[in-house]
């Protein structure tokens, strides 16, 4: 895996000495390969929930669909626009901007979740709430991890 890679490539980094910047680079790498790694593990699991509902072991239907939908491409354009930014560095406001909208991703998220629980509670299709419950939160955890590489990108001081 990637990580073995690197791992093997910090050894060799090892018996050498690395200068304070150096270092702190290397630090920076491994941190924005975790979170990438971790970024892919979510869209592959989130890949999974979607071909299961597709297959109709769990159908999503209507404004339950239309809701995902809407969220999915929050998260994407999200994710999107600061991927396409990896290797150059954020301003602080850009950051800040970031931040902002990782939040209000997750409050549409929790506004969604806590609706599911209440269709659940009235009686709907458990499994394909618990579903879109777990969609949603695959689509957090995409946003959690986009914003932890925008914090890769922040410029050295």
């Known amino acids: ?4 890679e690197i791992s093997r490539f910090l050894a060799q980094c090892a018996e050498d000495r690395l200068d304070g ?9 491994i941190r924005g390969v975790n979170d990438l790694e971790a970024f892919a593990d979510h ?30 491409a929050q998260t994407h354009e999200f994710s999107a626009s600061y991927l396409q ?9 850009e950051q800040a901007a970031a931040k902002r909208q990782c939040a ?23 499994k394909a709430e618990l579903l ?12 959690s991890c986009t914003l932890e590489l925008c914090g890769d990108m922040v410029p050295a001081r």
Do not use: W
Request: glycine share 4%.
């Open 104 to 126: 209000k991703i997750d409050t549409a998220r929790y506004k969604l979740i806590k609706m599911a629980r209440r269709r659940i509670q009235s009686g709907e299709n458990v």
């Open 43 to 72: 869209c592959y699991k989130l890949a999974l929930l979607v071909d299961r509902a597709l297959n109709r072991k769990a159908p999503l239907t209507g404004t339950v669909l239309e809701a995902i939908a809407h969220h999915a």
């Open 132 to 143: 879109a419950i777990d969609i949603l939160r695959h689509f957090e955890q995409i946003a």
């Open 21 to 29: 910047d150096a270092a702190d680079d290397v630090g920076t790498m």
């Open 85 to 93: 930014r990896m290797g150059t560095d954020l301003t602080e406001d």
């Open 1 to 4: 895996t990637m990580q073995e």
